[in-house]
């Protein structure tokens, strides 16, 4: 009996610690999403020539298409971005586990977007695309560490729960 629940013990760790291990590649994969959300927006907008609203309505990544909807209901893209923002970053939001640093990437096109002519929406789509990429990369390599880390001390503590058992 001792052993069975030793045994118990050690997986139930481990696997907490695997699971924790996942919460920081979560950034990285949201930066993915929102990274591939502008690729589509850019041939959207620019090359289907869809307005903007429509273009962030139709969008599959939510922070984009809540952007559109607002934008479709009289807003300008600033605006709207900033209303939604704080509901979009909270604890349960869609965008809840983004850096500051992630978040202002994101702040920075939307008050540009719409505003110019289209070399300069290229430009700003395409400065966003390279910072998300770089965040994203950034935050790859830290989750990967942390993944390890958490696996391994659940392992670690599961065995020393067993340890304790025996």
Not at 24 to 36: G, T
Not at 93 to 104: F, H, V
Not at 105 to 132: N, W
Request: glycine residues 10%.
């Amino acid at each position: 009996m001792r052993t069975a629940l030793a045994v118990l013990a050690a997986a139930l760790a481990a696997l907490i610690g695997r699971s924790l291990g996942a919460v920081p590649a979560r950034r990285a994969r949201v930066l993915r999403e929102a990274m591939d959300a502008l690729q589509i927006l850019r041939v959207r907008m620019l090359e289907r020539l869809l307005p903007l609203h429509a273009a962030l309505a139709q969008s599959r990544f939510e922070a984009f298409r809540r952007t559109g909807e607002r934008m479709a209901a009289g807003e300008d893209a600033n605006g709207a971005w900033r209303a939604l923002l704080p509901a979009l970053a909270r604890r349960g939001g869609p965008l809840d586990c983004l850096s500051r640093e992630d978040l202002a990437a994101l702040t920075a096109l939307f008050d540009g977007l719409g505003m110019g002519a289209r070399a300069e929406q290229e430009g700003l789509l395409s400065g966003t695309a390279r910072e998300l990429g770089r965040l994203e990369a950034e935050a790859a390599k830290y989750g990967a560490e942390k993944a390890r880390l958490y696996a391994t001390l659940g392992l670690l503590f599961g065995l020393m729960l067993a340890v304790a058992f025996i």
